[in-house]
């Protein structure tokens, strides 16, 4: 390690220390405590919050979606960067905190609800979000710092909303962004649905000494950049998905059993299947690239469909 880089790493240690002792001192002053069952780890490096603003790439005509806000440290850097900010926030305590603590910003407001349970169309409507689009088609990017239990979740929500965010940035469970980045031969249901309608990439991994409680694991900070249009031009899009869920029924067993299972076929039937794709028997779902589970999916489509394909069994 060069003179500089001890440097560097001596100062942000200084930053660190000086965020969570500021966080530390901001619940103690509130009576909070951090929620388990809401997964609440307050991020504590000023170096990783400056690296989700810079990730999303924000313009001062950008609007935000940021998710579980909770004491407003990264909101403060979105706010400086973005168009405007729309904090979801579920906690109420946290919730009724940030409104206080940005009451005199103009381009922010907070939305005291859960995430899964309200529409990107809802939250568009937020007067800081029309004010800073200005009749503009709808158009936003999502920044999270998301409790590890909702990741999938929220992601899902995303990438199937209406309209998308054309960005997501957000700070999830290491293992779980390397499994979403991971190419094919390491596929998980969740990976296939990211790069069906987006480029998922690793921006930083973050250590788990970078929150308050510490979690037991290391996060990472994953951006993705999201397509005009999904990967594959598929028409039934969840007919599609439910062809992929059924493969990773069983992720550990060959196709031809996880398929039979998942779709409650014979195994025959999905043997002639995967043989018409070009698809070794032996293979597991995971090891299937997008393009696979496609031409898989088009010879499902001359069959008519996946239930009249089954219903041959009954």
Not at 10 to 38: G, I, P, W
Not at 119 to 129: D, M
Not at 254 to 273: D, F, R, W
């Amino acid at each position: 390690m060069t003179f500089r880089e001890r440097l560097i790493k001596v100062s942000n240690n200084s930053r660190r220390r000086d965020l969570l002792e500021q966080t530390q001192s901001h619940l103690r002053r509130l009576d909070l405590k951090a929620r388990k069952k809401l997964g609440q780890h307050f991020l504590v490096d000023a170096e990783a919050l400056a690296t989700m603003a810079s990730a999303a790439e924000l313009k001062a005509d950008d609007i935000v979606i940021e998710v579980g806000p909770g004491l407003g440290v990264l909101t403060e850097e979105l706010v400086k960067q973005a168009g405007g900010v729309i904090a979801v926030e579920l906690d109420d305590r946290l919730a009724e905190i940030l409104k206080k603590k940005l009451s005199a910003v103009p381009n922010f407001t907070v939305v005291n609800r859960d995430i899964l349970k309200v529409t990107p169309q809802e939250l568009l409507s937020e007067q800081v979000a029309v004010n800073t689009l200005g009749g503009k088609p709808l158009s936003y990017k999502v920044v999270a710092n998301l409790p590890y239990y909702i990741t999938a979740a929220v992601l899902r929500y995303f990438l199937e909303a209406l309209p998308q965010p054309s960005v997501i940035v957000v700070m999830v469970q290491k293992e779980v962004a390397e499994a979403i980045a991971a190419r094919q031969g390491k596929m998980s249901l969740l990976s296939v649905s990211v790069h069906f309608y987006g480029n998922p990439e690793i921006v930083r991994i973050v250590p788990s000494a970078s929150f308050y409680p510490p979690p037991e694991v290391d996060s990472a900070i994953l951006k993705i950049k999201i397509y005009d249009k999904p990967r594959l031009d598929v028409v039934d899009i969840d007919g599609f998905f439910n062809l992929i869920r059924a493969g990773f029924t069983a992720s550990r067993k060959q196709l031809p059993n996880s398929l039979a299972q998942g779709l409650k076929c014979t195994k025959e039937e999905v043997v002639s299947l995967l043989e018409e794709a070009q698809i070794d028997l032996k293979r597991r779902a995971e090891t299937l690239s997008l393009e696979e589970w496609g031409k898989l999916w088009e010879i499902y489509g001359r069959l008519n469909s996946v239930d009249d394909l089954c219903a041959r069994q009954d």
